[in-house]
């Protein structure tokens, strides 16, 4: 074997960069859809919706246009799973205690008023 063919043995091959591009259709689907979400959460205050329908829509719009930005505009749905479950994961589970707060509230509210009333 020559010289030649062992250091061109050794040698790396270039690094190609390759560059991905999303075509411009899906942010314009993106951006229609955040009109639309929007637009509801109008309504919503525009048909004067009151109390937990109110909150609910409000919550439920909300979430949705955040998940669509995060998605698509911060590129989340074209990372790599373990990441996408380091940004969504702990949110996730603190909406989870956040629910369970609310269970347990009800129950701590019945023995205060339980124990705490009687004896008036």
Do not use: N
Request: with cysteine; aromatic share 16%; proline share 4%.
């Amino acid at each position: 074997m020559s010289q030649a063919t062992i250091h061109a043995e050794i040698q790396p091959a270039p690094q190609v960069e390759v560059q991905q591009h999303h075509p411009i259709r899906l942010y314009l689907v993106v951006w229609v859809w955040l009109f639309i979400l929007s637009f509801c959460s109008y309504m919503v205050d525009y048909f004067q919706l009151a109390g937990l329908l109110r909150w609910s829509l409000i919550l439920i719009f909300m979430a949705l246009k955040a998940g669509l930005i995060i998605a698509v505009f911060m590129h989340m749905a074209w990372e790599r799973l373990a990441f996408s479950y380091a940004i969504l994961l702990p949110p996730t589970l603190l909406l989870v205690f956040v629910g369970i707060m609310i269970f347990e509230s009800d129950y701590t509210l019945l023995s205060r008023l339980t124990f705490f009333s009687a004896g008036s």
